[in-house]
């Protein structure tokens, strides 16, 4: 019997995912990506934004799915008291640029009010130790198109103007609903002000 559980443990330790999220106090890598703010090419450098003040970086799977959709509204809504409390917002996916342009100029979406970045080969979702999903094979967003990228996780980072991490906000691991990674990152960048 006690065979047959460390077994079980063994096998449910390897079968879990070799990422954990970046924590609080930890220094948050510098990158640089091609992105999209109003359905236009935008680049986004981490440590040039993090020199006008926090950044709230929040990966999620894809564009046009329902909990992506409704992360990207909420920001749109919240985005004049980012803005009012000097922080900057990113929103990362491994969608191609394409996708891209399209969420970020559609006024149900992005709205143009804040840039969104392709971390495509999903390098940049690696070095913060996100659990990046495969492809899934005839996997469709709510428009019916193809997704056919890999999925990163949905995480938030609040990065303070140190590049030091302030805050992880994680669907998984705090049961935050997409709209909630908006409201915890909105009152952390406000107190930190």
């Known amino acids: 019997m006690k065979k047959q559980i460390a077994i079980g443990l063994l ?3 390897c079968a879990s995912p070799a990422y ?25 450098t981490l440590k040039d934004a993090l020199k006008k003040g926090p950044v709230v970086v929040y990966f999620y799977p894809s564009a046009y799915t329902g909990g992506c959709d409704l992360e ?3 920001f749109a809504e919240e985005a004049a008291k980012f803005d009012a409390a000097g922080a900057t917002i990113l ?17 149900n979406f992005c709205a143009g009010k804040f840039p969104i970045a392709s971390d495509e080969s999903t390098k940049v979702a690696k070095s913060y130790d996100l659990a990046v999903g495969a492809a899934r094979e005839g996997a469709k967003d709510v428009r019916g198109q193809e997704i056919g990228h890999a999925f990163i996780e949905r995480v938030t980072y609040v990065i303070g103007k140190n590049g030091k991490i302030l805050a992880t906000l994680s669907s998984k691991a705090d049961g935050l609903s997409p709209d909630q990674h908006v409201a915890k990152s909105l009152e952390i960048v406000t107190a930190s002000k």
């Not at 924590?23 to 090419?41: I, Q, R, V």
């Open 20 to 44: 954990a999220a970046l924590k609080p106090g930890d220094t948050a890598p510098d990158f640089t990506l091609p992105g999209s703010l109003g359905g236009k090419d935008f680049t986004f």
């Open 72 to 74: 990207a509204h909420t």
């Open 11 to 13: 096998a449910a330790l």
């Open 91 to 107: 929103g990362v996916s491994a969608d191609n640029m394409q996708r891209l342009h399209q969420f970020s100029a559609d006024p």
